[in-house]
């Protein structure tokens, strides 16, 4: 198959393209993409336990760990015992990680002013069916659960 008519080359190819972008983009406020996506998952006020952050975000145990770390060294975010569950931690945004989490978010907001400004609602529209569509074969399991016929 060619690749210009590969979904999953676009796929790919597009959103390495977007990770490449937001990555540049928060470099400039010495954070990553993963820091900045794991900023707008946490609870603003009241904090996120940890052990819903990485479902919440489709992200590995081991992956967000390092992610973490890493925010935590920075000083963006602080680990606090739940109060509703004694065994779990609750990650919460200090001053510095509320303030990246705004720069994120300005960023995710002019990215989707941005296309939005240059797509049809039909287009949009057309897109988010087709993504849902695919998230949608994948969660029931039916792209390789069934015989393709040749």
Same mark, same amino acid.
């Given at each position: 198959m060619l690749k210009g008519k590969s979904i999953d080359h676009h796929l790919r190819a597009t959103w390495q393209a977007v990770a490449k972008m937001y990555n540049e983009q928060a470099e400039k406020f010495d954070s990553t993409m993963a820091?900045?996506?794991?900023?707008?998952?946490?609870?603003?006020?009241?904090?996120?336990?940890s052990t819903a952050l990485g479902p919440q975000m489709g992200m590995e145990a081991t992956s967000l760990s390092r992610i973490l770390k890493s925010?935590?060294?920075?000083?963006?975010?602080? #680990?606090?015992?739940?109060?509703?569950?004694?065994?779990?931690? =609750?990650?919460?945004?200090?001053? =510095?990680?509320?303030?990246? #989490?705004?720069?994120?978010?300005?960023?995710?907001?002019?990215?989707?002013?941005?296309? #939005?400004?240059? =797509?049809?609602?039909?287009? =949009?529209?057309?897109?988010?069916?087709?993504?849902?569509?695919?998230?949608?074969?994948?969660?029931?399991?039916?792209i390789f659960s069934k015989k393709i016929a040749s």
């Open positions: 820091m900045a996506f794991v900023t707008l998952n946490i609870d603003y006020e009241n904090g996120t336990p925010m935590e060294e920075k000083g963006a975010i602080y #680990r606090e015992k739940n109060p509703n569950d004694g065994r779990g931690v =609750l990650i919460k945004l200090t001053d =510095l990680g509320k303030e990246k #989490r705004e720069d994120a978010k300005i960023a995710v907001l002019r990215f989707n002013d941005i296309v #939005r400004q240059n =797509l049809t609602e039909e287009e =949009l529209s057309a897109f988010f069916k087709v993504t849902e569509t695919i998230n949608s074969l994948i969660s029931k399991d039916t």
